[in-house]
């Protein structure tokens, strides 16, 4: 179940993520990791807990004082559990 985390002023960032050819992703207003591996990275993020799932992901860069994470890998998918009422970016996409 989603239980979101408040850990510092990276939950009131923005969040944006950006894709480089499914082998680099940056993603900012990030505030925890909560597990990771090599299959599956889940991130706490000011619109919702974000699960990306792919192969060989490695966390490059993690501050969560700023909310910034930088993941490589083969990011296979991504996808956001969590509260739909926010209102994120995706949710007025597919409107």
Do not use: C
Not at 67 to 95: C, I
């Amino acid at each position: 179940m989603y239980e979101e985390k408040n850990t510092g002023t990276a939950n009131k960032a923005p969040h944006m993520i950006t894709l480089d050819n499914r082998h680099e992703l940056r993603a900012t207003g990030v505030s925890n990791v909560d597990s990771f591996d090599e299959q599956t990275v889940v991130v706490y993020t000011s619109l919702g807990q974000l699960i990306v799932r792919g192969e060989g992901l490695h966390i490059e860069k993690l501050s969560v004082e700023t909310g910034e994470l930088t993941l490589t890998g083969t990011v296979a998918s991504m996808s956001y559990v969590g509260d739909e009422k926010r209102g994120g970016g995706l949710s007025r996409l597919f409107r």
